[in-house]
């Protein structure tokens, strides 16, 4: 019955206090290096740019204090998805992304044919895959919800000038976040209803895809319905008490940035940008050809 | 301030309309039960793209967009599958299924209200599809041949399943009769 208790399930903060550089960042400064870090590994497409992108994540994850292990176990139920996926990128390659290159064969065997741009496709995209992985658990173990709540707002405000609703976004995760327990205790209370009428929760098959969608009917609807209601009273209650949007507003909590926060977006910085410019220029085929001229010269 | 007929403010009404969405999709994420339908394929077919469709479709295509926005950041950092580690696959596609499902649904609203509901369902569904799909291909994860089966193998019985959910949904909300009514004489 254990399993009936959903609130177990709401594990949104992941947060892992550890007294380090990257847990001290002010959160604003942290958002927008993680995002430029990100943008680097989304547009790498050469070895040489995810071997610099790898090193960049294990420094920053030591830089972190984050025990490896706890970091890397996330990694685990992803990994027969990873292996599927480059398997299917060696038996139907995709169109090759990146600068055009000649591809030469390296094996073959029946049908199957692995060239060097296959070879290097199947290696990037697992090796951003998991950079994107580790990165992203990086954050959210180092900053807390509420940080990254604050930090948003922080990173949109100057947009608000132009009339972006950067406050509102903010209160939308704010009260989503707020509300995600309170409905988890009402779709557990929906289940055990299904379940005292005889439901059967948890033992069909991948085959049973009519049964296993007809169970969620009685699930989905009324949480919804549910919730809508409760949106209704918010409504009622934030439009009785006045609010008009986040203008004017002031914080309870301002942040304030100090030089490590400006060292390290302008490490960032720079660091999105030489692998920008790593990936435009062929840097991969040069260094190929020095190892190849090195691992000649010692025969 | 802009109030709509019954008195409340639009601001407030989208903002707390898109925060339960939103907070729905979390749960659905997280919870054992109702985000994922088991599949034989191995790769689950998914129920959290329907708060999208059923928040563009009550409030517009500005909520639509944002709930849609909050679920690709969230399976940015949650998703287990590794193609959504990909923040373009991710939020790219997201924006847009409460986008379309509220387009299709506008366009159609006069002829037969739970008709429009059922086609915006299926429109925001299938735009998930063709776009996390066609993503995919573009960035390199998936060959067009491969695309195309999952589109067939998964997007469409998720097209049936967000169909249900949202005409129920809508239906019952804003309590359009589903039968045929009744002599009228």
């Known amino acids: ?289 020095w190892l190849d001229t090195f691992l000649a010269s010692l025969k | 301030m802009k109030t709509n007929g019954q008195g409340t403010t639009v601001l407030v009404r989208r903002i707390v309309i898109a925060a339960m969405m939103v907070a729905i999709t979390v749960l659905l994420g997280l919870l054992p039960v109702g985000g994922f339908i088991p599949f034989p394929t191995g790769v689950n077919a998914t129920t959290l793209h329907i708060p999208a469709i059923v928040g563009g479709i009550l409030e517009g295509w500005m909520v639509g967009g944002l709930i849609g926005l909050f679920f690709g950041l969230f399976s940015l950092i949650r998703a287990a599958t590794p193609i959504f580690k990909d923040p373009l696959v991710a939020i790219i596609p997201r924006l847009f299924i409460g986008i379309t499902a509220y387009l299709a649904y506008a366009g159609l609203k006069r002829f037969n209200e739970l008709v429009a509901v059922g086609v915006g369902a299926a429109i925001g569904t299938g735009t998930n599809t063709v776009l996390v799909l066609g993503l995919a291909v573009l960035r390199g994860y998936m060959s067009i041949s491969l695309a195309g089966t999952v589109a067939l193998t998964h997007g469409i019985p998720e097209i049936i399943v967000a169909v249900v959910i949202t005409v129920s949904v809508v239906a019952a909300w804003r309590q359009i009769s589903t039968r045929p009514r009744g002599s009228t004489v």
């Open chain 1, 1 to 289: 019955m254990s399993q009936l208790e959903f609130l177990r399930y709401v594990t949104i903060g992941q947060y892992l206090g550890r007294d380090s550089i990257i847990h001290r960042l002010d959160p604003r400064f942290k958002l927008l290096a993680f995002t430029l870090i990100v943008v680097a590994v989304t547009f790498s497409s050469t070895y040489t740019a995810n071997v610099l992108l790898v090193l960049m994540v294990a420094l920053l994850l030591s830089l972190s204090k984050l025990p490896l292990g706890h970091t890397l176990r996330g990694l685990r139920p992803a990994l027969p998805a990873l292996a599927l996926l480059a398997l299917f990128q060696m038996l139907f390659p995709p169109q090759s992304f990146g600068p055009a290159q000649d591809c030469t064969v390296i094996w073959q065997w029946g049908f199957v044919t692995l060239t060097t741009c296959t070879l290097q496709l199947i290696v990037v995209s697992t090796a951003r895959l998991v950079e994107l992985f580790v990165l992203t658990s990086l954050l959210t173990f180092s900053t807390t919800t509420t940080e990254l709540v604050h930090g948003t707002e922080g990173v949109l405000a100057p947009l608000q000038r132009i009339g972006f609703p950067a406050h509102e976004l903010t209160l939308v995760v704010t009260i989503a976040l707020r509300f995600v327990p309170t409905l988890a205790l009402q779709m557990e209370r929906l289940v055990k209803a299904q379940i005292a009428r005889g439901a059967d929760f948890g033992t069909s098959g991948p085959f049973r895809i009519i049964k296993a969608t007809r169970r969620l009917l009685p699930l989905l609807v009324p949480l919804f319905l549910i919730s809508l209601r409760r949106s209704e009273a918010l409504i009622v209650a934030m439009d009785a008490r006045g609010y008009t949007g986040g203008r004017q507003r002031t914080q309870r909590r301002r942040l304030h940035a100090g030089p490590t926060d400006y060292v390290a977006l302008i490490a960032a910085t720079g660091f999105c940008v030489a692998i920008l410019w790593i990936d435009t220029i062929s840097l991969d085929q040069v260094l190929i050809a």
